[in-house]
């Protein structure tokens, strides 16, 4: 398909997300935080761990895992429409990282990820598209905090690759 080979203008792609964005606040609400990939998590561990997943108090009294949790729904349809986007583009590929270290940096990266939305309470995407354009100070620090965080991790993992 012709119209995910070309780039949209940035204000337009702005505007678009914006609606979007407003449209979503309207029939939603705040999102939260990390609430749908936990939830993901959770049915995934009860499938493969069972009932045993009940003596772990989060998900016995915080988290119950349930397929009836709607946000964890945006974000399986983020992700589909990411793999839709990139398989329409032809521009999606496999990826497996080929050596111990890379998979090493990716776990690190993925659990500092998870830690710092908890630590955060808010969700790395809720940030750019909610908090922040509310001018919320705290918006502006996560986002801070992205960025520096993709800046050094992309530090190490080019120079662990370099090696």
């Not at 964005?21 to 609430?35: E, H, P, R, Y």
């Not at 049915?43 to 709607?70: C, E, M, Q």
């Not at 710092?116 to 620090?141: D, E, H, M």
Request: aromatic share 14%.
């Amino acid at each position: 398909m012709e119209i995910f080979k070309k780039t949209l203008d940035p204000v337009v792609a702005m505007v678009i997300v914006g609606v979007l964005d407003i449209f979503l606040f309207l029939v939603v609400g705040a999102w939260t935080v990390g609430g749908g990939e936990t939830m993901i998590t959770g049915l995934v561990a009860k499938l493969v761990i069972g009932d045993s997943l009940n003596r772990i108090p989060f998900w016995d009294y915080v988290f119950k895992p349930t397929l009836y949790y709607w946000k964890m729904y945006i974000s399986l349809g983020m992700l589909f429409g990411g793999f839709l986007g990139a398989v329409l583009s032809k521009e999606f590929y496999w990826r497996v990282p080929r050596h111990l270290n890379e998979w090493v940096m990716i776990t690190i990266g993925g659990l500092l990820m998870g830690i710092g939305i908890r630590l955060a309470f808010i969700c790395n995407v809720s940030t750019f598209f909610a908090i922040t354009p509310q001018i919320n100070l705290g918006g502006y620090l996560a986002v801070s905090g992205i960025l520096a965080g993709a800046w050094v991790g992309s530090l190490i993992y080019k120079k662990v690759l370099e090696s």
